[in-house]
């Protein structure tokens, strides 16, 4: 059992891929419902005032907008500075701009051609199909006879 402290809150929780516990998860959704339809009733409202609003820290809001649930077409959010992490440029939501993506995504797709060509070549087998064989119950009685 894997257990970890909250991000958020710092209680201990069981973890199951998730860096917050269950608690924070449901307050997660409900602070983004919240902001969402603020959104949807006031557009073009700054971030700051979202924040006042819905009691939304403006750190929640810049996460959400990282996350690419929010995109600050829809309010004043360019007032948080959401810059791409590759080059700098403002953007709207998400981490990289559509060049970057872009480029970041060519790169993917020709490593992953490279890889193929590889395994062809040579006869490798991808991370996907290991060579290890999968030891059954029986085999390892039989093991040990």
Known sequence: MDVRNCKRCGKIFQYK?????PNCVLQDDEDFRKVREYIIAHPNSTSIDISKATGVELKTITRFLREGRLESEFFSGTDLGLQC????REIE???FCEDCL???QTGFKQAARQLD???ERTGERSAERPRSVVHTYDNILNKRR
């Open 17 to 21: 891929g998730n860096s917050i516990c």
């Open 85 to 88: 992490e590759k080059c700098g």
């Open 93 to 95: 939501s998400g981490r």
């Open 102 to 104: 872009n480029e970041l």
């Open 117 to 119: 060509t590889r395994v």
